[in-house]
């Protein structure tokens, strides 16, 4: 009983970002419990591999190179799941890129390209993935926003966290106009998790680390696989009732006060 909770058997799932960090980990899990997948990411290398672990495994698995930034690849993505699949269950939308400049020096250039990386590109996912899974009577769509999403950051992450904040509410709104007719819309919220643009940061600044721990009671970085278990419960009919919600998986991150002292 316990385990058909988390049975993914006979659905279908699109997970954008699939070559690497959250995706691939994304993608590893929800093929480990039995759904079919749709893989897209930029980087082909980085896909193939992800691609490869789960023929292993005896998963079905379709995968497509795809920009997020560009709606006319997001068409053929999912004109490819046509063809492919004829459904789909669920969506790990992932993918997109962001930068960071001071407020002062962020060209309108740069602020329009994050939100294309990071809002437009995810609309158009949403869009493409709850007009199919409205025509179907359900499904569930699990977009990837930030502690930046509903907190400032500094440093920097002015556009990334007005983006952020538009996929937060995107969340909200889209959760709004689709749960009656069966499509739930969820947000997960990470904090720092290691992935490789965070490893280039890192090793830029080497105090950085030590900066963010001081902020997070759980005394570690987060790591791609912590997100399975979320990504799987919610991909899963043992979340039927939970929609519109913006999840942090953050180590204790956002309970804590500016000024709080961690324990032990």
């Known amino acids: 009983m316990a385990d058909s909770l988390f049975d993914l058997k006979g659905k279908v799932a699109v997970v954008s970002g699939a070559a690497s960090g959250l995706g691939k980990a994304t993608a590893l899990a929800l093929g480990d419990h039995g759904a079919s997948l749709l ?34 690849q997001i068409k053929d993505l999912f004109a490819t799941l046509d063809r492919e699949f004829g459904k789909i269950d669920f969506l790990a939308n992932i993918a997109g890129e962001g930068i960071l400049v001071p407020p002062e020096k962020l060209t309108q250039e740069q602020l329009s390209q994050v939100f294309q990386n990071l809002v437009f590109g995810r609309f158009a996912m949403c869009q493409q993935a709850g007009t199919r899974m409205l025509a179907q009577g359900g499904g569930s769509i699990v977009n990837i926003g930030s502690l930046a999403s509903i907190t400032g950051m500094g440093r920097g ?35 720092q998790v290691k992935n490789p643009s965070l490893e280039k940061r890192m090793a830029a600044d080497p105090g950085l680390e030590n900066q963010w721990l001081m902020g997070i009671p759980r005394g570690r970085l987060g790591m791609p696989t912590d997100i399975q278990g979320l990504m799987v419960l919610l991909a899963s009919d043992a979340s039927s009732w939970i929609t519109g919600a913006l999840i942090p998986m953050d180590g204790g991150n956002l309970a804590m006060n500016s000024g709080g002292t961690i324990g032990g």
């Not at 980087?43 to 709606?71: I, R």
């Open 157 to 191: 992450h002015i556009a990334y966290s007005m983006a952020m904040g538009a996929v937060a509410q995107m969340t909200r709104e889209l959760s709004t106009e689709w749960a009656r007719r069966g499509v739930r819309v969820n947000a997960i919220l990470p904090a």
């Open 39 to 72: 893989l897209a990411d930029f980087n082909a290398e980085g896909l193939s591999e992800t691609s490869t672990l789960l023929q292993a495994k005896g998963v079905c698995v379709v995968k497509q190179t795809c920009d997020v930034s560009h709606p006319g």
